[in-house]
């Protein structure tokens, strides 16, 4: 049976000529490739998952510097059912 990760950092961004090679430069920068990648209605959506908090928090903190382009629409770490300490 498939179970999703218990946290996910998500990276949202529009697929625009400005965005040419994004996927490949949030690859290099997480330091790994997304366990999913969907693009819908113009928008790429990328996830990478893991069973470790201090390992999504790694990835998350290696794409902070893309939140403040524009392109970029959601940066975030999700981990349903459970409550992150800031």
Not at 33 to 56: C, L, V
């Amino acid at each position: 049976m498939f179970r999703l990760p218990t946290y996910d950092v998500v990276v949202w961004y529009w697929v625009t000529p400005d965005t040419l090679g994004y996927r490949e430069r949030l690859i290099e920068a997480a330091e790994s490739p997304p366990s999913e990648a969907t693009e819908y209605q113009g928008m790429q959506d990328m996830h990478w998952g893991t069973e470790n908090e201090a390992e999504a928090r790694a990835i998350l903190e290696k794409l902070k510097p893309f939140i403040f382009d524009p392109n970029i629409v959601l940066l975030r770490l999700a981990a349903p059912g459970k409550t992150l300490s800031q």
